[in-house]
């Protein structure tokens, strides 16, 4: 596709609730990003992956939280039992290579628990 | 803690004024630093880049290793330079190569 696409764009869910949050990132790029984006707390970093292995997961909040990434493409992000702060939007992010290249961004998914 | 540090969460300046978004880092090291840039309604994109030494918009950012800064400078603001502005920067050091860490974030809002 021309960029990086996230689905769905709004989600709101019932307190106690699993979540997926779904990003194809733009073909090609082997890193893929994950980042939580509140008020007041600017861009909290979650995740990311090189091909499908992911170096880095110690921006995960919780163990409620977990991501994937398969055919070194598309990437999931599951909430488990969703909680009110986890009510936010997700952006994720695609680049070339891992380091000192541009990273494209998705539109983000605003998640809303209630 | 190793970090990416924007003291600023609000600027607010009238058109024309000069304008500086202050960032400053704790890595060691050269790490590689960018500017990402937020309009309202439209997607987080890159602005500049230190290695580019470019110009993009009238904004400009030093390196200043000493300080560990990386402010974004621009002489004369305009409205539309109103949004969100994130530091950036992929550590140095193998251990966490990839890993793009941001800024808090400041919101610059240009007064007419």
């Known amino acids: 596709g021309a960029g990086v696409s996230q689905s769905p764009s709004n989600k709101v869910t019932e307190k106690g609730k699993d979540v997926e949050l779904r990003c194809d990132p733009i073909s090609g790029h082997t890193a893929l990003y994950w980042y939580r984006q509140s008020l007041g707390q600017g861009l909290e970093f979650l995740i990311y992956f090189q091909g499908n292995s992911a170096p880095d997961k110690s921006g995960l909040p919780s163990d409620r939280f977990s991501a994937e990434r398969t055919g070194g493409s598309v990437s999931t992000l599951t909430i488990q039992r969703t909680q009110q702060e986890d009510s936010a939007v997700y952006l994720c992010?695609?680049?070339?290579?891992?380091?000192?290249?541009?990273?494209?961004f998705g539109q983000g998914t605003r998640l809303t628990v209630v | 803690a190793q970090r990416v540090t924007q003291p600023e969460k609000l600027l607010s300046v009238f058109k024309g004024a000069p304008v500086e978004l202050k960032c400053n880092y704790s890595y060691s090291g050269s790490p590689e630093l960018f500017w990402y840039v937020q309009y309202s309604r439209q997607r987080l994109q890159l602005l500049l880049r230190?290695?580019s030494r470019e110009s993009i918009k009238g904004f400009t950012a030093d390196l200043n290793k000493g300080e560990t800064s990386f402010h974004l400078k621009k002489p004369f603001a305009q409205e539309e330079d109103s949004a969100m502005y994130y530091c950036a920067l992929y550590p140095p050091g193998s251990s966490n190569t990839g890993k793009l860490i941001f800024g808090q974030g400041t919101t610059l809002q240009v007064k007419p």
């Open positions: 230190h290695i």
């Open positions: 992010a695609s680049s070339q290579q891992a380091q000192g290249t541009e990273a494209f």
